[in-house]
């Protein structure tokens, strides 16, 4: 099953509009600066062996989930920028380690590549240029710069992110005077929990549908009145629909012979368990109030709670009295006038 999640968001986010639409918020705060047509998607397999090191030294390989570099026009001149993605279902613990060496080898391969090619520069070039010794030692000249890689980690889980965001986070020490000579690294984190309305709306590929889908799952009720304002989940893209229901379970009917997935059934599956999980909480509050004033008493109160649950998602469907009454005379097996009597309460 995490095969599968990791297989499905992480072809979702090769995607360049949802790529593009996950860095403008982290980098832009929304606003649509980098563009899908910028982006070339690039080996993900991160291979260097640290600069100044011999022929024997091992070589580090590791592999980024999704990798592209950014070239636009600023000022005259071609700007680049190298952007990584990492996908998480479930919570890595030792992320900001992890994400530390991709940068790290990323760099360590750029000058590399710088060495290599001033060594081919010299072979070519007229008698008489010089360098300096650290030019030539290092590879790297004074005058050469660094592309810039951030990498962005996105949790597609329901829960908080209760991992460590910092190198900081995961010593041992604690002495302040140790910690101020220990370089830190943070990560770049986002997940569904911790994103807001505000930063939602930011969005504006598919990635916002799955984003708040996810935030909500275990929210039933809330999920729902998601589903019914929100028209962009009248009907979803299908690869975006199998990634909903590989992160949530929810069980959503895909055609893959049509281009879009009408949500139609599962949003009336949904109100079904709304219902259900209403009268479950609503029973178990009940209960845990029984348990101090007595067994009956708490029983009433668990009927009471569910039938408020009830009448409360049935008036949010439009549902006239007489449907309300009957569903709660069936779930309670109750009169019409005891179930009359509990719903005028419930109001």
Not at 98 to 111: G, I, K
Not at 218 to 223: G, Q, S, V, Y
Request: aromatic share 6%; proline share 3%.
């Amino acid at each position: 099953m995490a095969n599968d999640k990791d297989s499905l968001t992480k072809r979702f986010m090769e995607r360049p509009e949802v790529f593009a639409d996950a860095f403008n918020l982290l980098i832009y705060d929304g606003e649509p600066v980098i563009k899908p047509s910028e982006l070339k998607a690039l080996d993900t397999t991160e291979i260097a062996i640290p600069y100044g090191a011999d022929s024997e030294a091992a070589p580090e390989q590791k592999y980024r989930d999704v990798f592209k570099s950014r070239v636009a026009m600023m000022d005259g001149r071609a700007a680049y920028l190298l952007l990584g993605v990492e996908n998480q279902s479930e919570i890595h613990y030792a992320m900001p380690v992890r994400n530390m060496v991709y940068d790290a080898l990323q760099y360590s391969a750029q000058v590399a590549a710088k060495a290599k090619a001033h060594r081919k520069e010299k072979s070519a070039a007229a008698e008489g240029q010089k360098i300096t010794s650290g030019e030539y030692l290092s590879g790297f000249y004074r005058n050469d710069r660094l592309i810039p890689v951030i990498t962005l980690v996105i949790y597609f889980g329901a829960n908080e992110w209760d991992g460590p965001v910092t190198i900081h986070e995961m010593l041992e020490e604690s002495d302040e005077k140790i910690l101020r000579l220990t370089p830190d690294y943070r990560i770049n984190l986002v997940s569904p929990a911790s994103l807001t309305e505000q930063q939602a709306e930011k969005l504006s590929s598919d990635l916002k549908e799955v984003m708040l889908f996810v935030k909500y799952s275990k929210n039933k009720a809330m999920l729902l009145e998601l589903l019914e304002t929100d028209r962009h989940f009248k009907s979803i893209d299908v690869d975006t629909a199998h990634v909903i229901k590989a992160l949530t379970g929810t069980n959503i009917n895909i055609n893959k012979s049509e281009g879009e997935v009408d949500m139609c059934q599962a949003i009336e599956e949904l109100r079904n368990e709304a219902l259900e999980q209403g009268m479950e909480q609503g029973m178990e509050k009940g209960m845990e109030k029984g348990m101090e004033k007595g067994m009956e008493k708490g029983m009433e109160k668990g009927m009471e709670k569910g039938i408020k649950g009830i009448v409360s998602i049935l008036r949010s469907m439009n549902c006239g009295n007489d449907e309300i009454c009957e569903k709660i005379m069936l779930t309670y097996d109750l009169s019409r006038e005891d179930a009359e009597r509990y719903a005028s309460a419930a109001v």
